[in-house]
């Protein structure tokens, strides 16, 4: 089973539309958890953390299910410029590796 | 302003060749770390610095090498570049949970 695994897409929805998208990873000790964006040709950067209670920043809320080794990222009222790639990243306190990145989802906003 | 530079951006290697990409940062981080990022797949670390002089292999460390002589320089060496080489690379630093990368070198060995 990989480490981090996610539905590679890509998501087609239209503006304004809601879409949320899976996670699960299989180290058990990863203690943080990260969404971040990545856009065509570019670095990742750091969307939002994702805390043990689940947060919400905007528009992007963020949820963790320990007992699954289950992350989400829900995006409502989406925007075009939404459309990037969004990688799901759990972080443990190895030393060494501590950022385990996933595949990626990709999403198209579409007019 | 820089954080983490990367260059070249782009370049194209034949077979056999050897090449470095030059990672520098000026936010005096001791971790950093080189990836590389192909189609359908996550971000795999090749190796990474904990601090100058030291350095350690990761997850796809074969066919580069790293030196750590200073804590602002991290340059990747690929020793003899083979088309499964081609891909993009990352440069990143790291302070606690927070990964800084730099902006990509797109390489293509051919």
């Known amino acids: 089973r990989k480490e981090v695994e996610q539905d590679p897409g890509p998501f087609n929805v239209p503006e304004g539309a809601t879409v949320a998208f899976n996670c699960t990873y299989s180290?058990?000790?990863?203690?943080?958890f990260f969404w971040y964006r990545q856009d065509c040709r570019k670095e990742p950067k750091l969307l939002m953390s994702?805390?043990?209670s689940g947060n919400e920043d905007g528009r992007f809320t963020a949820q963790l299910n320990r007992a699954s080794q289950y992350i989400s990222l829900l995006i409502r009222d989406s925007k075009l410029s939404d459309s990037a790639t969004y990688l799901c990243?759990?972080?443990?306190?190895?030393?060494?590796?501590?950022?385990?990145f996933g595949p990626g989802t990709r999403l198209s906003v579409l007019p | 302003n820089a954080g983490v530079t990367q260059t070249p951006k782009f370049q194209v290697l034949k077979t056999g060749q050897s090449m470095t990409l030059q990672c520098a940062q000026d936010?005096?981080?001791?971790?950093m770390s080189w990836y590389r990022q192909d189609p359908g797949m996550g971000l795999r670390l090749i190796h990474y610095?904990?601090?100058?002089?030291?350095?350690d292999q990761g997850e796809v460390p074969n066919g580069y090498n790293v030196s750590r002589s200073t804590t602002e320089d991290f340059p990747l060496r690929l020793l003899s570049a083979a088309p499964s080489q081609t891909s993009v690379y990352f440069c990143?630093?790291?302070?606690?949970?927070?990964?800084?990368f730099g902006e990509g070198s797109w390489l293509t060995v051919v």
């Open positions: 990243v759990p972080f443990s306190d190895n030393y060494g590796q501590n950022f385990v």
């Open positions: 180290n058990s000790a990863s203690q943080s």
């Open positions: 994702v805390y043990s």
């Open positions: 936010m005096n981080h001791e971790y």
């Open positions: 610095s904990v601090g100058a002089g030291i350095t």
């Open positions: 990143a630093t790291q302070q606690g949970t927070t990964i800084y």
